[in-house]
């Protein structure tokens, strides 16, 4: 079983999260190593990541929860209209 609670952690920290940890054992195909090999675009296009875990986390989830909300308000005009 492999969790990484450093990232767990900021999701927390930064969200106030209400979801519960379910740990359960990882498929034998998964990944242990989550970070990515970024050095054949750093060579080819002399590219750097310039966001930070943090900023990157909360953009994502601002863009993710606005994505749900329309789609709320769609799904709730649509029942209005029946």
Request: net charge neutral.
């Amino acid at each position: 079983m492999y969790f990484d609670f450093r990232k767990n952690d900021v999701l927390f920290y930064l969200y106030s999260s209400q979801s519960k940890i379910v740990f359960r054992t990882l498929p034998k195909d998964d990944h242990q190593q989550r970070l990515p090999d970024i050095s054949l675009v750093r060579e080819i296009l002399d590219w750097e990541p310039h966001v930070s875990l943090e900023k990157g986390l909360d953009r994502t989830i601002t863009y993710y929860r606005g994505r749900l909300t329309v789609a709320a308000e769609q799904d709730t005009g649509a029942r209005a209209n029946v």
